[in-house]
């Protein structure tokens, strides 16, 4: 892969050959450097390589999430994914929360020497960290940035606990320092499979590994000794919360070696809700009158639609043996709930 088209080269480079036109920088990016890049899988795409002040970020007191500190070396994800809950925080960069997230990345190119110098800090009482709760860590951009190397190996020696949710088949290139840091400490993988429905992948999550891929993922850190448990997440309403495709999605998640599964139905805060909703609209016009009526108070499913539909997946997962609890508890990631937050008053559609 080149990467070699720089419309600002660091210290005073020249790049071999015309550089595309540079975007002008977000206001909120001062100093960035914006790469463009000319391999077919990243055409159309900035990064924007800023150095970060800081790395470990407290979660809001408000939230619900099981944990308190999190790590995200990137904003902005080549996912793509139509539904993705983290598409409003970049308009806090001046950029929009649809194409811009999906083709401008930001990159925070010192993200592990921030790592190490942050759990060094005396003030840091070594308190477990997720990380791949806002943007993907494993998207297709850390392949050439290669950050996620650097942040495991400062966990790894200073044993701290930490847990990673991924949409990525590159964290199988991370597997030694996985299992060095699972040595010396707490270590929790999850994956995100919503559905296993290659047509609904393509349309809905066109930048992810497919599906199939992911669950052979599963199976390979599965073989490698780490229990892994799968985030059935999001489960799309009047697309993939029929009892054949939750019998499938599950029975796929099993056969992978899984050691659990959550169901999470699809949630659509501002940002994603109308990015999906375009989406939507243009994939499946007829579902639109559905989705108003259950998105009509907020960005949250009906209570009883959110039970009915996890209860199904429980049932299915019985079926399937993944519904007993095991040994090694410890090793599992804290699986975030969804946030609950007040209903609002938002037009989708």
């Given at each position: 892969?080149r990467?070699?088209?720089?419309?600002?080269p660091?210290?005073?480079?020249?790049p071999?050959?015309?550089?595309?036109?540079?975007p002008?920088?977000?206001?909120?990016?001062?100093?960035?450097?914006?790469?463009t890049?000319?391999?077919?899988?990243?055409?159309?795409?900035?990064?924007?390589?800023?150095?970060?002040?800081?790395?470990?970020?407290r979660?809001?007191?408000?939230?619900?999430m099981?944990?308190?500190?999190?790590?995200?070396?990137?904003?902005g994800?080549?996912?793509?994914?139509?539904?993705?809950?983290?598409?409003?925080?970049?308009?806090?960069l001046?950029?929009?929360?649809?194409?811009d997230?999906?083709?401008k990345?930001?990159v925070?190119?010192?993200?592990?020497?921030?790592?190490?110098?942050?759990?060094?800090?005396?003030?840091?009482?070594?308190?477990h960290?997720?990380?791949g709760?806002?943007?993907d860590p494993?998207?297709?951009?850390?392949?050439?940035?290669?950050?996620?190397?650097?942040?495991?190996?400062?966990?790894?020696?200073?044993a701290?606990?930490f847990?990673i949710?991924?949409k990525?088949?590159?964290?199988?290139?991370?597997?030694?320092?996985?299992?060095?840091?699972?040595e010396?400490t707490?270590?929790g993988?999850?994956?995100?499979?919503?559905?296993?429905?290659?047509?609904?992948?393509?349309s809905?999550?066109?930048?992810?590994p497919s599906?199939?891929?992911?669950?052979?993922?599963?199976?390979?850190?599965?073989?490698?000794?780490?229990?892994?448990?799968?985030?059935?997440?999001?489960?799309l309403?009047?697309?993939?919360?029929?009892d054949d495709?939750?019998?499938?999605?599950?029975?796929?998640?099993?056969?992978?070696g899984?050691?659990?599964?959550t169901?999470?139905p699809?949630?659509?805060?501002?940002?994603?809700?109308?990015w999906?909703?375009?989406?939507l609209?243009?994939?499946?016009?007829?579902l639109?009158?559905?989705y108003?009526r259950?998105?009509g108070?907020?960005?949250?499913?009906?209570?009883?639609?959110?039970?009915?539909?996890?209860?199904?997946?429980?049932?299915?997962?019985r079926?399937?043996?993944?519904d007993?609890?095991?040994?090694?508890?410890?090793?599992?990631?804290?699986?975030?709930e969804?946030?609950?937050?007040?209903?609002?008053?938002?037009?989708?559609l």
């Amino acid at each position: 892969m080149r990467w070699d088209n720089l419309s600002a080269p660091p210290d005073g480079g020249v790049p071999d050959g015309p550089a595309p036109a540079a975007p002008p920088l977000p206001l909120a990016l001062p100093g960035a450097v914006a790469r463009t890049f000319d391999t077919p899988g990243f055409a159309g795409m900035t990064f924007y390589e800023v150095r970060a002040k800081s790395i470990i970020n407290r979660v809001p007191g408000s939230s619900r999430m099981a944990f308190t500190w999190t790590i995200n070396p990137y904003r902005g994800c080549s996912h793509a994914c139509s539904y993705c809950f983290a598409r409003g925080t970049h308009t806090y960069l001046d950029l929009d929360a649809g194409r811009d997230f999906d083709t401008k990345v930001v990159v925070k190119i010192n993200a592990g020497e921030l790592v190490r110098r942050e759990l060094a800090a005396p003030r840091w009482r070594g308190e477990h960290v997720a990380m791949g709760t806002n943007v993907d860590p494993y998207q297709r951009a850390e392949g050439r940035y290669r950050l996620m190397p650097q942040i495991l190996s400062a966990l790894r020696d200073f044993a701290n606990p930490f847990s990673i949710l991924t949409k990525g088949t590159l964290i199988l290139r991370d597997l030694p320092p996985l299992r060095q840091a699972a040595e010396v400490t707490q270590v929790g993988v999850a994956m995100s499979v919503g559905f296993v429905d290659e047509r609904m992948w393509r349309s809905v999550e066109s930048g992810t590994p497919s599906p199939r891929r992911r669950l052979d993922t599963v199976r390979a850190l599965t073989d490698a000794g780490f229990r892994v448990s799968v985030l059935m997440a999001p489960i799309l309403p009047g697309l993939t919360d029929t009892d054949d495709a939750i019998e499938a999605t599950v029975a796929a998640i099993a056969a992978s070696g899984a050691s659990g599964i959550t169901p999470i139905p699809l949630h659509l805060r501002p940002g994603a809700r109308e990015w999906y909703a375009s989406w939507l609209t243009r994939e499946f016009p007829a579902l639109a009158p559905h989705y108003r009526r259950l998105y009509g108070r907020g960005s949250y499913l009906p209570k009883e639609y959110q039970r009915e539909v996890t209860a199904r997946v429980r049932m299915a997962a019985r079926r399937h043996g993944l519904d007993r609890a095991e040994p090694g508890e410890a090793r599992q990631p804290e699986t975030p709930e969804p946030l609950r937050v007040e209903p609002e008053q938002l037009t989708l559609l």
